[in-house]
C-alpha cells in the first residue's frame, strides 16, 4: 500500500517537483493551489494520471479547506501512511513587505492546515520554512546550524523580515503539535532555491538569464556588489523533504537546513549564467538598495545529513545549464 500525500501550493517551484518525484515512487498526491504565484502548466504532464488529483482552491478558505478534510478522511482508509506538506506561501522578496497577506497565508494558513492533518489523524506534516531566518546572522564559520542563535532585523530596519519572523512562527507551531504528541513531522529552513522552469522575473536566475538574453544587461541591486550566495537545485530540496519522510525519527518537530556549500558572489552567477547561454558580451548596471539583507548566507546540513544521508547531487554549473536549455526551449533564444 502506497502513501496519500496532501500538498498546498501544489502548481509552485516546490510543489510540483514534489508531486511528480511521489508520483514516481508509486505514491498519490490530492494537490491545490489558488495560482497565486504559479500556474497548471507546472502539471500539465501529471494532470491526467490517476496518482494525481488537483484542485484549485485557497489554503485561506474555509469552506475549501474543508472540501479538502472531506476528500482526505474518504480517501486516506485506503493508504499505509499519510502526509501533509505545506508548500503553499507568499514568498516572493516582492510581496514580503505586504505584511498582512504574507501573515494570513504563511502563518494563519499553516496552523490551519496543520490543524487538519492533526485532525485527519496523518502522520506526518512538513513545513516548508526558509533560511530567511537567519536574518543577519546567516553565516558563520562552518555554515549557521540550526540551534545557532538569530539575529533578526525588525520592523525599525524593514518590513520584509515579516516573511521571515512568520515562518519562525511556524516552527514552534511545528515543534508544539510534535512535543504533545499530536502529530509527527519537523520544518525545513531552505535557502535559495532554483529550478529550470522557474520563470518569475523577480527571482535572480530567471532574471539574469531573461535580461542577458533579451538585453545584454543585467540590472543588479547595489548589493549585488558584495553578496554572496548559495543555490540549491529543486529537484535536491525535494529530495530533503522526501528523505525527513523516509526517516521517522527525522520527524521530532524541530528544524533542518537545506542548502548547498557552494557560495558564488551574484557578479560571478552572472558570468556563469552569460556562459550557459553562450553570451560572451554584456553590461551590469546597479540600481536601488535592499536593506536588511545579509552579505552571505551559508548554512551547515550536517544535521539533516547526519540523520538522513541526504546530500545535493545537482552543482549551479549543472543547475545552470539545465536552466539554460529550457529556456532557450521557451524562448528560442
Ligand atoms: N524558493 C525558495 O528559494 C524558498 C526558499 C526558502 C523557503 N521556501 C519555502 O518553500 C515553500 C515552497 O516555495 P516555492 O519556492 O515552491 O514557492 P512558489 O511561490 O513557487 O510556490 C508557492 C505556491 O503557493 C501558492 N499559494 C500562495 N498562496 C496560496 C493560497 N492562499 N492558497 C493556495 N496556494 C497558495 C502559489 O500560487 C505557489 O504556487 C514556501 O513555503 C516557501 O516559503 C522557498
Given at each position: 500500500m502506497s502513501t496519500l500525500f496532501v500538498i498546498s501550493g501544489v502548481t509552485g517551484m516546490t510543489g510540483n517537483e514534489l508531486a511528480r518525484k511521489m508520483i514516481k515512487r508509486g505514491d498519490h498526491v490530492i494537490g491545490f493551489d489558488?495560482?497565486?504565484?504559479?500556474?497548471l502548466d507546472t502539471v500539465r504532464d501529471i494532470?491526467?494520471?490517476?496518482?494525481f488529483k488537483f484542485y484549485e482552491m485557497d489554503l485561506n478558505s474555509k469552506k475549501e479547506m474543508m472540501d479538502i478534510r472531506n476528500q482526505v478522511l474518504e480517501k486516506s482508509?485506503?493508504?499505509?501512511k499519510l502526509v501533509y506538506v505545506n508548500c503553499a506561501a507568499v514568498v516572493h522578496t516582492e510581496h514580503f513587505y505586504h505584511v498582512y497577506q504574507t501573515y494570513q497565508t504563511n502563518v494563519e494558513g499553516m496552523k490551519n492546515f496543520l490543524e487538519q492533518a492533526i485532525e485527519v489523524n496523518a502522520d506526518a506534516f512538513i513545513n516548508c520554512s526558509t533560511?530567511?531566518?537567519?536574518?543577519?546572522?546567516?553565516?558563520?564559520e562552518n555554515g549557521v546550524r540550526e540551534d545557532d542563535y538569530i539575529l533578526m532585523a525588525t520592523a525599525e530596519n524593514s518590513q520584509r523580515t515579516s516573511y521571515a519572523a512568520g515562518k519562525l512562527l511556524t516552527e514552534f507551531f511545528m515543534k508544539d503539535a510534535v512535543d504533545q504528541g499530536k502529530i509527527k513531522g519537523c520544518s525545513m529552513r531552505f535557502a535559495n532555491v532554483y529550478s529550470?522552469?522557474?520563470?518569475?522575473?523577480?527571482h535572480i536566475i530567471p532574471h539574469i538569464m531573461n535580461s542577458l538574453a533579451k538585453n545584454r544587461r543585467v540590472v543588479l541591486l547595489e548589493n549585488s556588489r558584495k553578496n554572496r550566495r548559495t543555490f540549491l537545485h529543486n529537484s535536491d530540496s525535494c529530495d530533503a523533504v522526501l528523505a525527513v519522510i523516509d526517516h521517522e525519527?527525522?520527524?521530532?518537530?524541530t528544524v533542518y537546513n537545506v542548502a548547498t556549500q557552494e557560495e558564488v558572489t551574484i557578479l560571478d552567477l552572472v558570468k556563469r549564467c552569460a556562459k550557459v547561454l553562450h553570451i560572451e558580451q554584456y553590461d551590469i548596471v546597479f540600481e536601488g538598495y535592499r536593506e536588511s539583507d545579509p552579505e552571505r548566507r551559508i548554512l551547515s546540513t550536517e544535521k539533516l545529513q547526519r540523520r538522513t544521508g541526504w546530500e545535493p547531487k545537482i552543482t549551479l554549473e549543472e543547475g545552470l545549464k539545465m536552466c539554460a536549455g529550457s529556456y532557450k526551449k521557451g524562448m528560442e533564444i
Open positions: 489558488n495560482f497565486f504565484a504559479s500556474s494532470l491526467d494520471k490517476s496518482e482508509r485506503f493508504y499505509k533560511s530567511e531566518v537567519y536574518s543577519m546572522q546567516s553565516w558563520s529550470k522552469n522557474e520563470r518569475y522575473p523577480k525519527s527525522a520527524l521530532d518537530g
